[in-house]
């Protein structure tokens, strides 16, 4: 005899090796873990120890590596008894710490026993003894894949055997048959589990939607007969406080055997109601006199982590076989269903309670109203009413002062009736409810007599609570009112009961965030409103990254504190219109619906991930987490919820293969747009420490005489690893990472340096402008950080001029006011950029202090086609030059562009005609060069005519103003 040592941290698993190799006659040991078992090891010396690899506190593969280090017990044999995912890498792990032998879980009882023997050198006497006894129950946890068709499997499987068979030359048709018959066998249990699943199944589908108690044991009694194969079942269902029967089913056996012990705790089947697990007895069970001949019982307590709501069991006849502990498991999800169900049919008798109890009060209130009309007498009866109802009842004379209330209203109230006796009943009033519904209600009872509804009122200690009331106005003989009456009922437990119902209905009890039905719900609005609005809309499905670690070594506690935080945290990131909800486990949705672009998401995206990555604490434990996002967009990825929630599970799913802690959108262009997108953040936070920026000027002529007269500056990034970055993917990219304030500081610094360089190299000194995003403005930077640039620089500051846009008065007016103000008041001159294009308004022309106006480039482009454009233009130059204002057109490619411009009145023009952006160096050599633009020849002195005719109606977005300052001459549209 042999001393074995179990090592599994599941019970159940230790269990059933025990009483696997209970029938061997060896000497059984067990541990729950790595560090226990050590202990056993040093005490008991086992010849042999099963042990599980992953386990809380020291796992399988650290306890072997213990135990090999140790020289008295480095030969001790070991077998690796596991869940096996990767059986390479388990099979390595196994041979780097001198274990022969793995076995996966489930592994056939006769595999484990081979094992056993094989390594206590007991091989042969298995073989004597024709095969290890097998055991009295299957492996506990074991996966049951039943596939689609048991039979065509079958087929299958005896074909492949016939052909392993004949590949290896095995002539011996006994052992073909043997083999082909213990694979029926094994194939028709398959079966059997399979139908008994399938009968299983239809039982819970039926007793869900049973309401009928009776009808509902029948259906249960039927099932779990003919599931079990038991010759008699009984079933008792206890009232909510376990003291009484309330329902007792039968079947096989007579009711009235049963009823005398059925709650009985000293004996079958009373007894089951103290039992914690289920109880399989094999022949005789103790049951009352007269029960049917018992060969095998099976029996167990139906309940809940909260209820216990009573027993069943099953029983076979003497000579059957008996249950198993296949059956056993059976049997308790059979449990488990009848407990469900009987707790839903116990609801479902609480509501039809509550709405019988509803309809006798509205008819006791029925009835008080009928006697209050018909007569006096009725009146009398109506005063015992008064004193038994459980509703608040209250009289006022014609006046509305109380005169009587009934104790239903002291007790709801609060009031005692001699303290409201002579008062108004507006004493109860709560505050919710305006002027308004009050009127309303008196208009009903001076026109109809009454009035119904509900109503918020407070309580004398001033707790707020919903009455359901209905007032009546009781007239005297000559028709005139004489009193008002009140009925009404506290309905604030049946909200709160009807709230919380609605609530978890919608709602995940863990983080209390909507469900998926409410995500659907949702999601199909956004859609509705994007479609209009033409808009699109992003679905974020994401999970935590191995959830499980923290469950299994800290516990679910943890795992669910971990879930609520992460709720939290991006219920933080949500915008109001923006929907946060939880799927499940650890599944959760974020609904973008304000996303501009994939660049809106990706910032999105990465807050989230940033947001669920810092620390997080849990019972002293300081935990870091991380997140995988999967996105999918509205219209692009899918027309409708389902189609959107997909599309995110399958750029979820890319992302955990390519490893975790990441995001992927759905389309692989948008991803390789994200993964651009951190590309250029990452060599934009370096670029200036690299010098990899620059500065072009592009130069700006004077329509006077054709000189240069100032110029802009341009900013350039030419990165070794991405090459020449155009602004237009970068400058966005900046504005919003916040890299726009040091790059523009930069840019300032840069430009008056260069231009006080070439001042004192002998150029002629011209004036550099330079953009100003609205974010530099918004910090409220901007004049400090041209003050320090003027300084070190050494550059007048009429020599430096600040562009900026339109959206830089629209975000914070008074800000960009006062620090443009004091831009003015060093001599820094100030110009409005891309004039047109945005919300222009005459009021912040006339209320900043501005130099110049540039037209853009856009009305440029076409102001010999377009006479929307040229109107504009024309318009745009006579607003400016009444109010003492410079002109600049950008983008002047053409001659014939030139030739307008000038004639319009336009000052300076600033494009490709003249000279690109240029490096400082050739711009230096371009102002020292006195290059002059060509001009067209002087016009005549008639006024300017567009180059075609004006529509009959100018565009109705141009402003009124600018169509006051179009000169009078401009010719008429031609009539068609």
């Keep these: 005899m042999s001393t074995i040592l179990i090592v599994d941290d599941r019970p159940s698993n230790r269990r059933y090796l025990s009483a696997l190799l209970g029938h061997t006659g060896h000497r059984l040991l067990e541990a729950y873990d790595g560090a226990h078992a050590l202990a056993q090891v040093r005490a008991e010396r086992p010849d042999l120890i099963i042990t599980d690899i992953l386990m809380p506190a020291m796992d399988g593969y650290e306890f072997v590596q213990q135990l090999r280090a140790d020289p008295e017990l480095a030969a001790t044999r070991v077998i690796f008894y596991s869940a096996i995912y990767a059986v390479s890498e388990t099979t390595a792990l196994a041979r780097s710490c001198g274990v022969s032998r793995v076995l996966a879980k489930p592994a056939d009882p006769d595999d484990i026993l081979a094992a056993v023997h094989g390594e206590l050198g007991l091989a042969h006497q298995a073989a004597e003894r024709g095969g290890a006894p097998a055991p ?86 039927q099932a779990a007969g003919a599931i079990l194969d038991a010759e008699c079942v009984a079933v008792c269902l206890l009232d909510s406080g376990e003291q009484r029967v309330r329902h007792l089913g039968v079947q096989g056996v007579a009711r009235d055997v049963l009823c005398d012990a059925a709650l009985e705790r000293e004996r079958l089947p009373g007894a089951l109601l103290d039992q914690p697990l289920a109880l399989r007895v094999q022949g005789q069970a103790a049951l009352p006199d007269g029960h049917p001949a018992v060969g095998a019982f099976l029996g167990l307590a139906i309940r809940d982590r909260n209820q216990l709501y009573g027993w069943m069991y099953c029983t076979r006849a003497s000579g059957a076989e008996p249950f198993s502990h296949e059956d056993e498991r059976i049997g308790v999800t059979l449990g488990a269903q009848l407990a469900v169900a009987y707790e839903n049919l116990c609801l479902y008798e609480v509501v039809q309670r509550h709405a019988a109890q509803l309809q006798l009060e509205a008819a006791a209130r029925q009835q008080a109203d009928r006697a209050l009309r018909d007569s006096e007498q009725r009146l009398r009866l109506s005063a015992r009413i008064l004193e038994s109802t459980q509703e608040s009842i209250m009289m006022t004379d014609a006046n509305a002062d109380i005169i009587a209330v009934n104790p239903a209203f002291e007790h709801i109230t609060g009031y005692s009736e001699a303290s409201v006796l002579g008062r ?143 709720a939290r945290r991006a219920g933080l990131l949500a915008g109001p219109a923006d929907s946060l909800a939880h799927l499940g486990s650890d599944e959760f949705v974020l609904l973008l619906t304000e996303c501009l672009d994939s660049d809106a998401i990706i910032v999105a995206v990465r807050r989230l991930i940033d947001e669920i990555a810092q620390p997080f604490h849990a019972d002293g434990h300081e935990l870091i987490v991380t997140t995988s996002v999967g996105i999918s967009i509205y219209p692009r990825d899918g027309a409708n919820p389902s189609e959107l929630l997909k599309a995110a599970d399958v750029a979820l799913s890319h992302m955990k293969d390519a490893g975790r802690n990441g995001f992927r959108f759905f ?310």
């Design 136 to 221: 009295s129950a299957p492996a506990p946890n074991m996966d049951l894949d039943l596939g689609s068709s048991v039979d065509d499997a079958l087929v299958s499987a005896r074909q492949a055997l016939g052909a392993l068979l004949e590949r290896h030359e095995v002539a011996n048709p006994t052992l073909g048959s043997d083999l082909a018959t213990l694979l029926g066998e094994r194939m028709s249990g398959l079966r059997s589990l399979a139908a008994r699943l399938g009968a299983l199944e239809e039982m819970g589908l039926r007793l869900a939607g049973e309401r009928n108690p009776d009808t509902m044991l029948g259906v249960f009694l």
């Design 424 to 566: 108004n009943p507006r004493l109860l009033r709560s505050g919710r409810h305006d002027s308004a519904f009050y009127r309303a209600i008196w208009a009903s009872l001076l026109t109809t007599g009454q009035w119904r509804g509900e109503i918020w009122n407070r309580r004398k200690n001033g707790q707020v609570y919903p009455e359901r009331i209905s007032i009546n106005a009781v007239r005297g003989a000559g028709g005139e009112i004489d009193a008002y009456v009140s009925v009404s009922s506290d309905i604030s437990a049946l909200k709160a009961a009807h709230h919380q119902v609605d609530f978890l209905s919608n709602h995940d009890p863990l983080t209390l965030l909507p469900n998926r039905s409410v995500l659907t719900e949702r999601m199909q609005q956004a859609i509705a409103s994007a479609r209009h609005g033409d808009r699109q809309i992003a679905l974020l499905l994401f999970n935590i990254d191995r959830l499980q670690r923290i469950n299994d070594s800290l516990g679910h506690e943890a795992g669910d504190a971990l879930l609520r935080e992460v």
């Design 667 to 976: 389309k692989g262009e948008m991803n390789a747009h994200a993964l651009r997108w951190m590309a250029l953040e990452t060599h934009l936070r370096r670029a200036i420490e690299r010098n990899e920026l620059s500065l072009h000027y592009q130069p700006q002529v004077s329509l006077g005489d054709g000189r240069i007269c100032s110029m802009e500056a341009l900013l350039r990034w030419s990165s070794p690893e991405l090459g020449q970055v155009g602004p237009g993917d970068f400058i966005a990219l900046a504005e919003d990472t916040g890299l726009i304030l040091p790059i523009g500081n930069w840019v300032i610094r840069q430009a008056c340096l260069q231009n006080k360089a070439w001042q004192d190299a002998g150029l002629a000194p011209l004036r550099v402008a330079v953009n100003v995003s609205a974010h530099q403005f918004t910090a409220g930077t901007v004049p400090a950080v041209v003050r320090e640039a003027l300084r070190e620089s050494g550059l007048a500051p009429q020599y430096l001029e600040i562009e900026l846009t339109e959206s830089v008065m629209m975000r914070d007016s008074e800000a960009a006011e006062v620090q443009l103000a004091e831009l003015t008041g060093m001599g820094v001159s100030i110009s409005l950029d891309d004039f047109g294009t945005g919300y222009s308004s005459l009021g912040y022309l006339s209320r900043f202090m501005l130099d110049k106006l540039k037209i853009d480039q856009s009305f440029v482009r076409n102001i010999i086609t377009d006479p929307r454009s040229a109107a504009i233009a024309q318009a745009t130059i006579a607003l400016a030059h009444g109010l003492s204002l410079s002109v600049v057109a950008e983008g002047v490619e053409t001659q014939e562009q030139l030739a307008f411009l000038q004639r319009i009145g336009c000052d300076e023009v600033q494009g490709y005609l003249f000279s690109r952006p240029l490096a400082a160096d050739a711009m230096a050599t371009l102002m020292a060069s006195d290059a002059r633009l060509a001009l067209p020849p002087p016009a005549d002195t008639r006024p300017p005519s567009l180059p075609v005719a004006l529509p009959a109606s100018l565009p109705a977005s141009l402003p009124a103003s600018l169509l006051a300052s179009l000169p009078a001459s401009l010719p008429a549209s031609p009539k068609e």
